[in-house]
């Protein structure tokens, strides 16, 4: 039987002038079997000081330094739960982890808004700017909802504080920040990290009302009303909306105006949808929309969808789709110890009975003897950076080699279709599976790298893996810093055969390449290309071939090369 209920903002735990809606959705969806959850028009506040805190692994976040989560909404064990906005906006306050959904199924997100009262990420525009003397001076705006302590040539910036406690829930650039400055270019419409911030060469700093400051350079500085220096603190303390062990969950017609600390994060899922979901900031003064990814997929499976979305502005990867690497620490007969190797990846479950495993050499990225069944799991005592398993068979593998454990039973097929991709600091889009993917009708606009990356590394971030089958078609690649498209697994080790090639059956076709850098293509030790009927618009300064081609097999035919101008700004 499906149980339908009716939420309203004031449903939430009285406060001086608003309400705490946090642990109302929790204690709801007690409820027996499926149920719709409806939420009235209006703004629902979820505040972290009475939500509990649980210990939970996230891939690629430093979960060994904080293993303690807070999550606004925290659901276990759900199937069949939609919750659907009617003009309805979440904001979430402090350092939550907005959602978090933990071996859920048939879930349904649809028409809410996510946003968080004051994000992490402090976003600085230009207002004025003006030369004097050899000398520097500009107005600067920043949302009001933030306390600038100024300490001299330094701020503190401080959050919104608790109606709990009247305290900060963080300040950035406190003992123990780890801060990093990300820049917009109102000239030429680009982000990139940098090293000179805000407050690079200043010799005084004040308060000129709320909101505003007054900044005096030592030097003439590059700075231009509309440039906008988005400081934040880089630790990754949790995520923005978490998912694992879930299936089938759909996310659609949702406006995400920020997304806290690691944006969202997929692991060990199957079968998610991203449609029609905008990441960009509405509030006026902020441009970014996540403190790193927006989304971020790490050893899933079935199928990955993200279409018609608008990704604007992040501090990292929009969209990235990998599996996780381990290593072969030891074995004996059919028993063999395998170890995350990545500090920011570690102790979540990423490989169960009945999985198949792949040995590959870590230097070659060339698999190694047939694949492995998984015939039980045991995770040595209290250590959750290695897993123990039992296999079909003994490996028989040379002892002398470095050796990369890819689990083939997580590798997830995947649609990345409609989207647009606008001022990202890093690549448009990582996308390293195994399994059948398409990117296709995508416009890829100011990326300070390539459009498209391929990977496949067991050496740094250990994201497996080897592709099997990719088509990138009928994308738009226009002002991109790097290559359109780059494909780059981390192997040293080449080998001439065609056979033995890190990634294979990679189709680059009818896409448009303009104002990016060339070689417009850098294809690394993978087989099987074909790119083929293409348009390349050279700028004048580019001599190159638009391909770049490094131990691989590739076909070319039917590409369209021309000159044009440099890149607007």
Known sequence: MKTEKIF??????????????????EAASAVEGTAVFRFSPGVYHFYPDRTPKREIYMSNTDSAEFPQKQCGVYLEGKKGLSFIGEGAAFVFHGGLTALAFVDCEDLLFSGIDLDYECPSTVDVTIAEAAETAGKTTVIADYPAVYEADIAGKEIFWRSERSPYTGESYWVNGAEGSRMLTQRYEAKTGRVYRTGEGLLCGAESVRAEGPGRLRIVYNRIRDISPGDCFQIRNTKRDGCGVF????????FEN?????????GVLAQVCEDITWESVSFRPWKPGRMSSAAADNLHFSNCRGRIVVRNCDFKNPHDDPVNIHGVFLQLESRE???AVLKFMHSQCFGFPCVFKGDELQFYDALKLLPQEGLFRVLEVCPPQGDRYRIAVTLDREPRLPEDRIIAVENRSWLPDALISGCRFEQIPTRGLLITTGGKAAVRDN?????????????????????SGPVRDLVIERNIFEDCGDYAVWVDPTNTEFSEDPAEKTHRNIVIRENVVSGCRFPAISIKSSGGVII????FVKRHNDTADFLRNINSEIESGGNAVALGNEPKG
């Not at 309203?8 to 959705?25: A, H, M, T, Y």
């Open 8 to 25: 309203k903002p004031d449903d939430g735990e009285p406060l001086d002038g608003v309400r705490d809606f946090s642990g109302v959705i």
């Open 243 to 250: 998912m694992e062990r879930c299936k089938n969950v759909r």
């Open 254 to 262: 949702l406006r995400v105006g920020y997304l806290y600390a690691f």
């Open 333 to 335: 007969g059919r028993r």
């Open 443 to 463: 416009l890829f606009i100011h990326t300070a790298m390539s459009g498209v990356y391929i990977s496949g590394d067991a050496r740094n971030w250990f994201e």
């Open 532 to 535: 083929k009927n293409n348009v």
